[in-house]
C-alpha cells in the first residue's frame, strides 16, 4: 500500500480525530497527501497521520485506535 497516506480531518479547537481518511501520495513523496482524498475531500486543512499503512497483505490501512472513524468511502477504495 505504498503511496498511500492517512489523514484526519479534525475538529476544531481541540483537533480531536473526526474521521479518518486514505490520499494518494503527492507526487515525488510517499508521506505528504495529494490534494484530495479518495472520497473526494479536500487535504489541505487535515492532520497527516505519523501512522503509515503497512505493507503486510491483510493488514488495516488506518490505525486500529481509529477503527470506529473510518471513512467508508476511503474504506472502499482502499479494498475494505
Not at 29 to 53: H, L, N, Q
Amino acid at each position: 500500500m505504498s503511496g498511500n497516506v492517512v489523514v484526519y480531518e479534525t475538529g476544531q479547537p481541540e483537533a480531536s480525530v473526526l474521521r479518518v481518511h486514505a490520499a494518494p501520495a503527492a507526487p515525488g513523496t510517499t508521506t505528504v497527501p495529494g490534494p484530495r482524498t479518495f472520497c473526494g475531500k479536500d487535504t489541505f486543512a487535515m492532520e497527516t497521520a505519523s501512522w503509515t499503512p503497512s505493507a503486510e497483505p491483510g493488514s488495516a490501512w488506518y490505525p486500529a485506535e481509529h477503527e470506529d472513524r473510518v471513512c467508508a468511502a476511503c474504506e472502499d477504495a482502499m479494498g475494505g
